[in-house]
């Protein structure tokens, strides 16, 4: 009797059940849209097959509209969809990496500016808590964690444990899929920290149905409803305008994230430190994310030059009459300390 091949009803069923779940959950959406216009785009121009020609063809059509930031997740989305939904692996496709990365040539990405520790402490230090007590209680989380929007919406209040000196902080389900702990001291700032979040803790209403830790605050209350992450992303520009910065809007949701890795990194902080603080695998990723400021770049001119610079070789020339040396028309000045200030753009 002759075996036959075709697989049950039943089984493929499960399996394609089970490809479903392999796009990530919370981004899913996103995943089947990109996929819809890669088939709208087959049916318009006639192809069924999917070549390494056809897909340069889609991302060189879509690059007029996607800037070469936006192409490359796209291409990413692409790429797992049609691994799930076709069985097709499109990563071997050679020249389509190379297209990606000859058009990305020169391109800068637009990031969120950051705020200073000069900045924290001035708005830490003039806002009234009366109007913005969960703003100082959300830029303490979000500095001291290097937070998504995401993540301090998230937050509930059994993610947080104070031990009357420290607060430990757990970030449940991240977009890495992993815990990530974080501590908020009481020093470091001219504010005490853990005041400003026990102050604002403290006006939790008794019987609230939820337990996210970020309520609605309104002259000096909390309400129960939580705050919602939009909220969050709009908070940086928020602070940025209260402190009169130049262009508050440049200030995004990512500003918290970048900011905590920006201070880390000025602080002393490695790569390694910093990737395992913001929870970053690519140390590529993670370099992005510290903001390339002047007085960083001072520090390092300093530590070419060598800080102090003293002259030990004593310079002998015809003319002694100079209390300096003097060499073909050039002062030497011993035991001086130099700054160099260097004025690149970003």
Known sequence: MEKSNEVPENILKKANLLREKLLPVKSKAAYEKVYASFCYWRENNKVSAVTEEVILAYLDEKQETLSPASLWPHYSMLKSSLKVKENLCIEKFCSVTAYLKQINVGHHAKKSKVLSREHIEKF??????????????????????????????????????????????????????????????????????????????????VNTSHDRFFLFYNIGKCTRQP??????????????????????KTYTGHCFRRSSATLLAAGGGDLVSVKRHGGWRSSTVAEGYIEDCEEERIKIARKVFGGTTTTTTELSTSDTSSSSSLTNGVQYFHKCEFHFHTNEKN
């Open 227 to 248: 705050v919602g992450i939009n909220t969050f992303g709009q908070l940086p520009s928020k602070i940025a305008a209260y402190l009169k910065l130049e262009d508050p």
């Open 124 to 205: 830490f230090l003039e806002a009234a808590d009366e109007t913005y007590l969960f703003v100082k209680a959300a830029l303490i989380f979000g500095i001291a964690g290097a937070c998504r929007r995401k993540e301090l919406c998230d937050l509930t209040v059994n993610d947080i444990q104070d031990t009357g000196e420290v607060l430990i902080v757990t970030l449940r389900d991240t977009k890495t899929h992993l815990d990530r702990k974080f501590t908020i001291i009481g020093e470091g700032f001219v504010v005490n920290p853990l005041t400003i979040y026990r102050k604002y803790a403290s006006l939790r209403p």
